[in-house]
């Protein structure tokens, strides 16, 4: 896992002086910059109702933290709300920085992490852990996933 993760920070800290140079944020700009802002939350402690760096994270907390950072939007702080934002996105179609959704409570939606790309996602999975990242194609979690949401950039 750690030279997954290494070659995802490594790519993501490679396009973001390639975004950085553009001057104008595309739609993908705005994907890769969720997914590398995901990134700086690894290693933080799981805190259930948590939504910071300090306090920890849950799994919705570090989305709605994720987005709030990176695209200066605030999201709904349930997974179960979160589940209905954006529109629906294929497994198969997945890009950085859409919301992937897991059946992790014996209910499809209960359970959300930020896909980096390369089949990779960041999520906060449980007490005692920490936020990691891990891989969508691991048989745990290709066996849970419930669906997958692309948010659309703002707007200003």
Known sequence: ???????TCTLLALLGPAIAAAG????????????RQALFAVGT???????????????????????QRAWGVELPRSTATQRHLGRPVKRAELQPGDLVFYNTRH????????YLGDGDFVHAP????????????NPYWRARFSGARRLDPPTY
């Open 126 to 137: 449980r007490r005692g852990q920490r936020v990691r990242v891990e891989s969508v194609d």
């Open 45 to 67: 402690r799981y805190q259930y109702g948590g939504s910071s760096p300090e306090t920890g994270f849950d799994c919705s907390g570090l989305v709605a933290h994720v987005y």
């Open 107 to 114: 209910r499809a939606f209960s359970h959300v992490g930020i």
């Open 24 to 35: 104008t944020e595309t739609s993908r700009d705005y994907r890769y910059a969720a997914a």
């Open 1 to 7: 896992m750690g030279h997954r993760l290494l070659a």
